[in-house]
């Protein structure tokens, strides 16, 4: 199993990108997906997380300006990202809660960073 990042790149602050995470391999389920970011000289923290059933959870410092969504079909996770400020400035990381087909249970798979940087 392995999951794709794409969508960083430099944006102005209050400007938007949408980033995008597909999901590979020998997938029997997905359940949860998510995003973590990682800022410059800070610890890995939690972004958002949307689970099978399409239900939701942000992060204090970005809700109400990120949105997070999956494609079930295309096992692919998005974050649209609003109203960017450069605290938004980080390398954002996908992971997925995936069952493979012959493990019998779930186990989480992260993704390649991909670097959003907000600057004027």
């Known amino acids: 199993v392995q999951l794709q990042a794409s969508g960083g790149g430099l944006v102005q602050p209050g400007g938007s990108q949408r980033l995008s995470c597909a999901a590979s391999g020998s997938i029997f389920s997905i359940n949860h997906m998510g995003w973590h970011r990682q800022r410059p000289g800070k610890q890995r923290e939690w972004v958002a997380t949307?689970?099978?059933?399409?239900?939701?959870d942000y992060a204090d410092s970005v809700k109400g300006r990120f949105t997070i969504s999956r494609d079930n079909a295309k096992n692919t996770v998005y974050l649209q990202m609003n109203s960017l400020k450069s605290e938004d400035t980080a390398v954002y990381l996908c992971?997925?809660?995936?069952?493979?087909?012959?493990?019998?249970?779930?186990?989480?798979?992260w993704g390649q960073g991909t670097l959003v940087t907000v600057s004027s």
């Open positions: 992971n997925a809660g995936v069952v493979p087909y012959g493990l019998g249970y779930e186990a989480d798979y």
């Open positions: 949307i689970k099978s059933g399409d239900s939701a």
